[in-house]
């Protein structure tokens, strides 16, 4: 098993900036991908951006110059830094990690962000 304990949601003005952190423990040494998902409100889940444990990243589009995603290896944590935020970037944002033994993906429990126009 494994935990996943989110951090830094909250309510910002358009153009502003937040941190998000998420730091898991537990079954640890197999999680290879490691980031973030959001679901706005009345729509899917979507992804956000994640990184590998070899520090490759992906973005979707709607976020890619704006966000970026980090990851301290040594700490288990991976970090969001949102920059330039958008109303529509409002949503519930989760916390993934993949653990390549067991094939199985964990979600944290959510941490809202809120962007104000």
């Known amino acids: 098993q494994v935990q996943l304990v989110e951090s830094g949601g909250g309510l910002v003005q358009a153009g502003g900036s937040l941190r998000l952190s998420c730091a898991a423990s537990g079954r640890i040494f197999s999680i290879n991908v490691m980031g973030w998902y959001r679901q706005p409100p009345g729509k899917q889940r979507e992804l956000v951006a994640v990184?590998?444990?070899?520090?490759?990243?992906n973005y979707a589009d709607s976020v890619k110059g704006r966000f970026t995603i980090s990851r301290d290896n040594a700490k288990n944590t991976v970090f969001l830094q949102m920059n330039s935020l958008k109303p529509q970037d409002t949503a519930v944002y989760y916390c993934?990690?993949?653990?390549?033994?067991?094939?199985?993906?964990?979600w944290g429990q959510g941490t809202q962000v809120t962007v104000s126009s």
């Open positions: 993934y990690c993949h653990d390549a033994g067991l094939s199985r993906d964990y």
């Open positions: 990184i590998t444990s070899g520090g490759r990243s």
